[in-house]
């Protein structure tokens, strides 16, 4: 093999799987220097899309369960078949931005194909595009004598994308009125963050709500003045947008309110009120610019969860998932519903029609109701 042309090379590589490119590098010099090359990237990804296409594969997702990053693939067109796990196919277990597995992830964020890995013990923050196998890893600066001891490493996160530069930014705040409140942004181009002279007075992000970068931007649920709505950081003005409409009535901070996306383009947002348990899942219009969003007038899913999954059952805070519109279904992760003692992560796939079935991921050690989970597109932006 060793001894093929290039082109002929390029042409049996291109139709390696995505997720079996590290063996294949791994094999001789001449393949890691080739499959490492742009040109061919193109090449591999564009074929890899096709072939996906054509095969109506079922899209990838990354996991993060046990502080541990998994790639998943979830076959939703066989979701009546009698044995339901078999929709859940776990692809990889992805080796870290380190060379192994042994870094311990709390949180992800995705843009681009880019994937933001926060560490569990907050040291530093690691950049990582695993189709190149590169990372950039982020040293941090913490004001531990300005923020009260009960407010340390309380950050929230996100990845965006400055079109004016072309360049990816990374946003890092703690918003605790009267307690303490710091807006930084780090920069890709200059290897450095920024203050940034930002103070939301008529509203607050929650700590531990997790926003979704759409188009370079990034969505969080938000609420002030009696009122709950959606904000929008853009990361080219380096500023936040006026609040945008939700499509249902004032929700609390009590409530379940999570965001996903369908094709790069649409915002898909799910609730559940604390006191009604009635879940819904509603799908905006085509985005084209961060500050305008509209929200389509019938439902996608509305569904009574006492009925389905257990007659106390609330899916937590900015809980995780995904929806599939051809084949009608909504995939939320949680853990089993062995509320005192859960040992199982879950996909709990509910249909429009009200069918359930509850596909069981993998036994879980970590008790914190919330496996993360976002959609992988792999991606040709170096972070060199």
Not at 16 to 26: E, G, H
Not at 54 to 71: I, S, T
Request: charge should be negative; include cysteine; hydrophobic fraction near 40%.
């Amino acid at each position: 093999m060793s001894d093929l042309p290039r082109e002929m090379a390029e042409e049996v590589l291109c139709r390696i799987p995505v997720i079996s490119l590290r063996p294949v590098r791994s094999t001789c010099k001449k393949w890691n220097r080739l499959s490492r090359c742009g040109v061919f990237a193109k090449k591999h990804l564009a074929h890899q899309a096709k072939v996906a296409e054509e095969a109506k594969e079922d899209p990838l997702v990354v996991m993060v369960m046990d502080y541990r990053v998994y790639l998943m693939r979830f076959n939703l067109s066989n979701i009546n078949n009698n044995n339901v796990e078999s929709c859940v196919k776990p692809e990889a277990k992805l080796i870290g931005p380190d060379g192994s597995d042994q870094i311990e992830v709390r949180e992800i964020f995705h843009c681009d194909g880019l994937l933001l890995c926060i560490p569990k013990d907050h040291s530093r923050l690691v950049v990582w595009n695993p189709y190149w196998g590169q990372t950039r890893w982020i040293e941090c600066t913490h004001n531990y004598h300005l923020q009260p001891a009960s407010y340390e490493d309380k950050y929230t996160y996100a990845l965006g994308y400055d079109s004016s530069s072309n360049s990816h930014k990374v946003l890092r705040f703690s918003d605790f009125p009267t307690k303490f409140v710091e807006f930084k942004i780090y920069e890709f181009s200059s290897d450095s963050w920024r203050i940034l002279d930002l103070i939301p007075e008529d509203w607050i992000i929650g700590y531990g709500e997790r926003g979704l970068t759409l188009k370079g931007n990034t969505y969080w649920f938000a609420s002030g003045n009696n009122n709950s709505f959606l904000v929008c950081f853009d990361f080219t003005r380096e500023t936040f947008w006026s609040p945008l409409p939700l499509p249902f009535e004032d929700a609390c901070r009590e409530d379940t309110v999570s965001l996903s996306s369908v094709r790069e383009d649409q915002l898909v947002v799910l609730f559940q009120p604390w006191d009604v348990l009635t879940l819904e899942i509603w799908i905006s219009t085509k985005i084209d610019e961060p500050n305008a969003v509209s929200w389509n007038n019938k439902v996608f899913l509305s569904v009574d969860i006492r009925q389905l999954i257990h007659p106390q059952w609330h899916f937590p805070p900015s809980a995780s998932f995904f929806i599939d519109e051809e084949n009608k279904i909504a995939v939320v992760f949680d853990k089993d519903t062995d509320i005192q003692n859960p040992t199982r992560e879950v996909a709990y796939i509910i249909g429009v029609d009200g069918s359930f079935k509850a596909a069981d991921v993998r036994e879980c050690a970590d008790k914190v109701r919330n496996a993360l989970i976002c959609s992988y597109v792999p991606s040709l932006v170096q972070l060199n």
